[in-house]
């Protein structure tokens, strides 16, 4: 039984929420993932609560649905949510509420570089990941990470092992589970049934979301778009492409104003 408590951090206290769903990451950064977006937000008048998604993971592995049906009980309290926004993993899970009672709480959704539906490539390269961290190896795991959250052509940083992420059993354990959540993922017809605007941004050179995971029927109402030469993290290789985007679809205005 999980007794988990969900974390979270809140910036703002405007009367409209923004509730934000982060990705698989060894330790909790505090929302900092979404920094590029987050101040706008809150300029804008929004407040923002930020969750680590995998915060609620179960003692034992369990599948996606079950895992997801425990954060809509945790969300649904909230009341109505202008925008839900998640990455990766935190993405995959917000298109999974979208067919609960709280995406009937929801009147946008934002996905960044989250899958829709799971190919071999993404399953086998998750899943390497995965196992490395569950033997104990999460620097190698990290290293990986490092390399594929990476644009397809940038040759990624030498990366120093850190003994302490190594030998950290809850940093094993968060990339394990926390990947293995996504193995054969299929939210398609979550998304089809969704009746708000939805917008889908991954990287044209990701080398783990990539077009083929961003699976979903584009309509008037769902929109994907690829960010050129971008990889996993579109906010930091074009952000000026992303806030057009909200903008243009979402109707949310994130622009920089001097």
Known sequence: MNSNAPVHVQFGLGPELVVVMSPVMPAWDQGQFFAPLTQSLVDKGYRVIIFDTLSLLAEEQEDFVSFTQRWAAVLEPLGPIALIAGSALGGAVVQGLLATTVGQQVARALLISSPTKADKVLDRRLGTMAELASAGDVDTALMLLDQWVLPAHVKPPVRQPDALASADEQAGRRLDQGFRLLSELNVESQVAAWPGR????????????????????TSAQHLAVSVPG???RPLLDDLARVRASVRAHLGIDLEAHA
């Open 198 to 217: 939805l917008l889908s941004i991954f990287g044209a050179d990701s080398q783990l979301v990539r077009a083929t995971n961003v699976s979903f029927k």
């Open 230 to 232: 971008a990889g996993m």
